[in-house]
């Protein structure tokens, strides 16, 4: 996804993307042990994802304790 399209969205949008996105990261590691994921450039797709979208809420202010 690209910066772009995620400045236009609010910032509870963004964390609540933030929040499926660690979860899609949590499932794909496990995939990733146990030698079952599909498409292993998908793990750094959705680490560069997060990353985005905490430097946005850090712009904004709004990342919290701790980053989330």
Same mark, same amino acid.
């Given at each position: ?20 996105? +660690?979860?899609?990261?949590? +499932? ?9 994921? #599909?498409? #292993? ?5 959705? +680490? ?11 712009? +904004?202010?709004?990342?919290? #304790?701790?980053?989330?």
């Amino acid at each position: 996804m690209k910066a772009s399209e995620l400045r236009e969205q609010s910032t509870t949008e963004l964390q609540e993307r933030l929040r499926n996105l +660690r979860d899609e990261w949590f +499932r794909l590691r496990f995939q990733q042990v146990t030698k079952q994921l #599909p498409n #292993p450039m998908r793990v750094r797709e959705v +680490r560069k994802d997060i990353a985005r979208i905490l430097t946005l809420l850090t712009e +904004r202010g709004t990342a919290g #304790p701790a980053g989330e």
